[in-house]
T-cell receptor, first 112, second 113 residues
Framework: GENVEQHPSTLSVQEGDSAVIKCTYS??????FPWYKQELGKGPQLIID?????GEKKDQRIAVTLNKTAKHFSLHITETQPEDSAVYFC???????????FGTGTRLQVFP | ETGVTQTPRHLVMGMTNKKSLKCEQH?????MYWYKQSAKKPLELMFV???????ENNSVPSRFSPECPNSSHLFLHLHTLQPEDSALYLC????????????FGPGTRLTVL
């Protein structure tokens, strides 16, 4: 069946450094790729998403890149801050479907 | 806040109990979802409702019974659960069924003894 692999499972960085999380998907028909941030005691919150007609999207300190040929996409966080510490989930879906296939999550810790 | 609320936030129940989880969305959305989040596993989609009609049921055991009385409210009725059902149960909503952007509630942490 369809699946999404996410790496690394944990990531520790120093405040101000960059963090990169990578995901690989199996369904070549996927064309919607959201990233969610989940803080302790809260549900996942959408932070950025990308559709397959673009290769990169940026929103302030976060960016997502997509390589459809290789079937992988990545989340980049620059100038990390302690409040970026959370679990990040990638997902993939075919457009106009409700079936988001999630990765297993990356626990990011940003040390001051 | 995302506009999706869930109650209770924590629930402990025995295997013979019957309980219900409640979700309410204040976003005017037409589609609502139940997910199960277990440690070290991807989020699992359980049920999807669009305009109060169930449109997807992902092979979920019958001890989980969803109910959607209107487009703003979603319930998950629990009966004769197993310890392996202990997890965080998340509710989400989206503008329309098939619109990928989903907004999640804070979840109910369920423990089955």
């Amino acid at each position: 069946g369809e699946n999404v692999e996410q790496h690394p499972s944990t990531l520790s960085v120093q405040e101000g450094d960059s963090a990169v999380i990578k995901c690989t998907y199996s369904d070549s028909a996927s064309n919607y790729f959201p990233w969610y941030k989940q803080e302790l005691g809260k549900g996942p919150q959408l932070i950025i998403d990308i559709r397959s007609n673009v290769g990169e999207k940026k929103d302030q300190r976060i960016a997502v890149t997509l390589n459809k040929t290789a079937k992988h996409f990545s989340l980049h966080i620059t100038e990390t801050q302690p409040e970026d510490s959370a679990v990040y989930f990638c997902a993939a879906a075919r457009y106009n479907t409700d079936k988001l296939i999630f990765g297993t999550g990356t626990r990011l810790q940003v040390f001051p | 806040e995302t506009g999706v609320t869930q109650t209770p936030r924590h629930l402990v129940m025995g295997m013979t109990n019957k309980k219900s989880l409640k979700c309410e969305q204040h976003l005017g959305h037409n589609a609502m979802y139940w997910y199960k989040q277990s440690a070290k596993k991807p989020l699992e989609l359980m049920f999807v409702y669009s305009l109060e009609e169930r449109v997807e049921n992902n092979s979920v055991p019958s001890r989980f019974s969803p109910e959607c009385p209107n487009s703003s409210h979603l319930f998950l009725h629990l009966h004769t659960l197993q310890p392996e059902d202990s997890a965080l149960y998340l509710c989400a909503s989206s503008q329309e069924w098939g619109n990928n952007e989903q907004f999640f509630g804070p979840g109910t942490r369920l423990t089955v003894l």
